[in-house]
């Protein structure tokens, strides 16, 4: 008997890799690429020494390890449209040492989710998902204890708020009620329209900073150029920053989440620019001026 | 650093960013050639206020955040994050046990 179950553990050994994927989500199917996936958080060894970047068939951009094409987790072949995103992604996998870390690699996750749509969404699906975050959106909740907090939040989110008001033309408000506001079903519409405007890419970088920062009113106000992302993410973060500063900070904690949370921020941020203008527009724009 | 105006102040990150990735090779890499041409383009030290500039401003200011975060987080990832389980040893040495040891084995390995 307990032979038996040592030969079977030697024989499942050989699959241990496999296993471990399946272990963490259990309904996982063993299709490629659910596996390539969830293995998000694991670390492979460095395969290649160079990257570059080479301009493919109808101009977009492809890239190169060594002389391999990176293709996506669901196996097609990895592009994207312009330039300044090729060379983003190519420095991303140049800056991996010795194992490559996918969890640090945000700019290729985002192209990867983007080409592979590994939901199966159409844009219409994109934006609800996103537009539920305005009646929930982080700088519309006020607390109404400590005196401080209180002060802090209306100092600090009361302008934004306005700020997007104007810029949009639309009534959201705050509350002090676990309800949160009433948002009035204009002001929905035409943040729907203006989604609307962009296109498939930028719209998954744009759900993307949404969700890391939870508010369209921060998220939209980043991808305006309104807010920067340090600020973006600080006011994010407002009722935690102001703990910090009274009970102090822990490094492995608030300090890790808060870096974590900026570099996400930025590659959306980043990736909603890229892949919405192109260089082009800018180059007669520079002439105008 | 203060007397620098904001885009100079962003390049010399960026630089300082792409140094730490790369090592003293850094300026043999596509991503210095393609900051240094872009940044030549939109006029570093220029006064004029412009859309296009504003545009390019914003975003390598967020491009500098996220190298920068990106490291930093790495970092306190390294150092921080857990290794995995200890192994069996290990784990009962951590409250000053010893497993014992059977010079003959246990008789049940292959």
Redesign the interface.
Known sequence: MLRSIVRLQCQLGSSRTLLKYCSRDPASNFSIQSNAYSSAMTERRKFYKDVSIAQGEGGVYEVHLDRRKLKTPGGKLFTVPNESLAVAVATEWDAQKETLKYYSMHLTTLCNTAIDNPTHRDKQQMITASLKFVETDTVCYRIDDPPALVELQKNEWDPVLHWIENRYNVEIGSSYNILGPEIPAATIDTFRQHLNSYNFWSLTGLEFVITQLKSVVLSLALIDRHLTVEEAVLLSRLEEEYQIERWGSVEWCHDYDMYELRARTAAGALFVQLSSEMSSVKRKLMQDC | MSGLSPSLRVFRGLLKE?RE??GTTYKN???YN?VIDQFR??GVTGE?Q???????L??S???L??LR??R???A??K??HGKGDRGLAEMASLVGLRLPSQPGGKG?EE
């Open positions: 792409l990735i790369h890499t596509l991503a393609y383009k939109n004029r412009c859309r296009a500039r504003q545009e390019a914003h975003l200011q967020a491009y955040c996220l975060s990106t930093e987080h790495l306190l990832h150092l921080y049940w």
